[in-house]
């Protein structure tokens, strides 16, 4: 029997990689990381003073960022406090070093 591409199975650290790097790929998604990032404690305040998009979008992307585990949230109203997830984070930061690190990408000499 051929196995396909969706029966193979993925090590955790390849599905984590993939999850995460689905999360980031919205430039959106990437300046809310930043905007949490920058922040010492949880964000309480309206993302659309900093982002000009509607509640409703910033809503998506905020639920992709957390079904990633990137950051966590908590429904406190008429707040929702968001903030980076730090284990996460430097687990996200643990694999992408070790995928894009010195070893992972051997130089071909061309001949």
């Known amino acids: ?13 390849e599905e984590v990689i993939s999850t995460i790097s689905r999360a980031l790929a919205h430039p959106v998604r990437v300046r809310i990381l930043k ?6 404690c949880c964000f ?3 993302l659309t003073g900093m982002i000009p998009m509607a509640q409703s ?12 585990g990137l950051i966590q949230g908590r429904i406190d109203p008429p707040k929702v406090k968001y903030c980076i997830d ?3 984070w430097r687990l996200a930061e643990e ?10 990408g051997a130089a071909c000499d061309g001949d």
């Open 86 to 88: 730090r284990e996460r």
């Open 35 to 40: 905007l949490l990032a920058g922040e010492t």
């Open 1 to 13: 029997m051929q196995r396909t591409l969706s029966s193979l199975d993925y090590a955790v650290d």
């Open 95 to 104: 694999l992408f070093m070790g995928f894009f690190g010195p070893e992972s």
């Open 57 to 68: 979008t910033i809503s998506q992307h905020l639920k992709v960022l957390l079904d990633a």
């Open 44 to 46: 309480t305040g309206e």
